[in-house]
């Protein structure tokens, strides 16, 4: 999974399954590697009038962690899927109403901010939800050498100097939402979504190739 120079950025194997949810209005299992996420998403729906928002949707996201109550942590990856859902929607076209997204923990070996992106998308397509664009997280993990990995693995994350995650769009590969922790140069930054630009076209690839198996078994 280490990328040097310009050569191509190497991802974990994608796992991915739709409409497996009877409830949720749309519904995906992303797996990469050995990082699992389940993802739900209801709406459009009624919102509360304290909530709503006269000329679009109002956006909720909540993750439920393996196991225990949601920290901070929680929190902060929420606002993040939050802002790339919202950028993705075209929630004007369902003003006062709401989308909740719903995502839970099944399995965390690394880079799973991206992971639930993933998930995200795929659940949002799978809802039939209106959206400007798709959208593919990338997580970098720049070790102790100064080498970029893509797609770390949990313990790969721990001997990291530095961590990013991006949401990166389908149309113009520009970055949607951008997640960093730790130490690292503006060049170092720049590599890092360079490499993530790169490695979301082989995600999008899997969107397409997973949504066109869903759809011929149905024929």
Excluded: W
């Amino acid at each position: 999974m280490e990328v040097c120079g310009s050569s191509s950025p190497t991802l974990r194997e994608f796992g991915c399954e739709q409409n497996l949810l009877s409830r949720p209005d749309g519904s995906s299992s992303f797996i990469q590697g050995d990082t699992s996420v389940l993802a739900a998403v209801y709406g459009p729906a009624e919102v509360k009038v304290s909530k709503e928002i006269y000329d679009r949707a109002t956006m909720e996201v909540v993750i439920q962690p393996k196991v225990g109550v949601p920290s901070v942590r929680e929190r902060a990856r929420e606002q993040c899927v939050r802002e790339t859902c919202e950028a993705a929607l075209l929630s004007k076209l369902h003003p006062r109403s709401s989308f909740t997204l719903v995502l839970q923990v099944v399995h965390d070996d690394g880079s799973l901010l991206s992971c639930f992106l993933n998930a995200a998308c795929m659940a949002l397509m799978d809802g039939g939800l209106p959206m400007g664009c798709l959208f593919a997280g990338v997580t970098c993990a720049i070790n102790g050498e100064g080498q970029i990995i893509t797609d770390p693995t949990a313990v790969q994350e721990k001997g990291s100097r530095a961590l990013m995650t991006f949401a990166i769009d389908s149309t113009e590969r520009r970055v949607m939402m951008s997640s960093t922790k730790g130490s690292f140069t503006v060049h170092e930054l720049q590599k890092c979504i360079a490499i993530s630009q790169k490695a979301s076209e082989k995600i999008f690839q899997f969107y397409r190739d997973s949504v066109r198996r869903r759809y011929s078994k149905t024929l």
